[in-house]
């Protein structure tokens, strides 16, 4: 049996900037309207309706401790 290679994902940001052609097809974009039109708070500003991303990071304060725990 496998084990995977990472057992816990830490994300204290929410939003980005698309900078380049490559960020087209963003899949984190995708993620971040669905995550909006499920009413999670710290994407509601970093995604517009249509879902794309306003150029926006806000910064999940209440995340940056996760690792001690």
Not at 20 to 25: F, I, T
Not at 38 to 62: A, C, F, K, L, P
Request: hydrophobic share 35%.
């Amino acid at each position: 049996m496998a084990k995977d290679w990472w057992e816990f994902s830490w994300n204290v940001a929410a939003g980005c900037t698309k900078v380049s052609v490559e960020c087209q097809h963003c899949w984190a974009e995708t993620m971040a309207r669905r995550l909006k039109a499920m009413g999670r708070e710290e994407y509601q500003d970093v995604v517009t309706e249509e879902g794309h991303w306003t150029n926006r990071v806000t910064t999940i304060s209440g995340r940056l401790n996760e690792p001690l725990k």
